[in-house]
């Protein structure tokens, strides 16, 4: 983890102080302090706890780095629905599997979970991340949907969104209503699985009201904070053991999920519920080459500053 910058004291600055009067030093530094309290941090579109009933001496815990770790940011309390820290939030970006909170959010509503879905030659042949699931491979629905979200599984992900949607083309349709009828304003999906492209897009701001909703289904909600889970096709015998690919479950108290994200064009993505104490905590990372030491500083830093308020 990388140290705070250390200011070297200056030496005009240092012969003012010795040629000052006490009074006068006391006043330079409650002003210092001030300034401080209202410009915690730097950096453009960069807000620490801006948010009414946020007290000022917040601006006194730093973040341990020098840079913005990530080309966007967004953490809030969900409670009180404050932001505690925002940095780029509403910068349209690729979302990556991110998107898949969006399919799994249709495909609760439209399918049926106990639903038995036949793997496509389409779906068997989705690139990047798969479970090499065979064509012909009969799943249930919820099983499809525990790999797509806990392993980022593209085969399975197709497989499900092709049996809700018809095709990959109608259900993108769907999803895409559905963030019309969110209010998602900066997103827009041009496929199911999170794959880059010119059209598919989303912010900070919209995949946390999008994680919000998500949260609120308890299928989901119970399925994003499993660690491990097993899976067989109805057709066959073979299993495919799923390890979810979120780092900070069952390593920092009281993390629920929710979901990550990664391409080439998106960078590393994540989003993540935390609950400790009486505080929710929501927090989107776009496009970060360390996720998770961003993660841990800024939920740390969350949490400092909700116990803070208390």
């Known amino acids: 983890m990388e140290k705070p910058d250390h200011v070297q004291p200056d030496r005009q600055a240092q012969g003012w102080r010795r040629a000052c009067p006490r009074r006068a030093v006391v006043?330079?530094?409650s002003l210092s302090l001030l300034v401080l309290s209202v410009h915690p941090a730097s950096g453009m579109n960069t807000r620490p706890g801006n948010q009414p009933g946020h007290s000022a001496h917040y601006a006194l815990q730093p973040l341990p780095w020098k840079r913005i770790p990530a080309h966007s940011i967004l953490l809030k309390e969900l409670r009180s629905g404050r932001v505690l820290y925002e940095h780029e939030g509403e910068k349209r970006l690729s979302p990556a599997s991110l998107t898949?909170?969006?399919?799994?959010?249709?495909?609760?509503?439209?399918?049926?979970l106990d639903d038995l879905a036949t793997v496509s030659r389409n779906a068997a042949r989705a690139p990047k991340t798969h479970l090499r699931l065979k064509v012909g491979q009969v799943f249930r629905l919820k099983d499809l949907l525990k790999a797509m979200m806990m392993v980022s599984a593209n085969d399975a992900c197709l497989a499900a969104v092709e049996h809700v949607g018809g095709d990959e083309e109608q259900f993108v349709k769907l999803m895409n209503a559905k963030a019309v009828a969110l209010?998602?304003?900066?997103?827009h999906f041009s496929n199911g699985c999170g794959f880059d492209g010119p059209d598919h897009y989303s912010t900070a701001e919209d995949l946390a009201k999008l994680s919000e909703v998500a949260m609120r289904n308890p299928v989901f909600r119970e399925l994003v904070k499993e660690e491990r889970e097993i899976i067989t096709p109805v057709?066959?015998?073979r299993a495919y053991v799923l390890h979810n690919t979120n780092r900070l479950l069952g390593r920092i108290p009281?993390?629920?999920?929710?979901?990550t994200g990664f391409t080439s064009k998106a960078g590393r993505c994540l989003i993540a519920k935390v609950s400790h104490n009486g505080s929710d905590l929501l927090l989107v990372i776009l496009n970060s080459k360390r996720r998770w030491n961003t993660a841990k500083s800024l939920i740390d830093y969350g949490f400092r500053l909700t116990n803070t308020a208390q």
């Open 100 to 112: 898949k909170i969006m399919s799994a959010l249709i495909i609760l509503e439209q399918g049926r």
């Open 27 to 29: 006043t330079a530094l």
């Open 235 to 237: 057709s066959g015998y």
């Open 183 to 187: 209010g998602l304003s900066d997103t």
């Open 254 to 259: 009281g993390v629920e999920g929710v979901k």
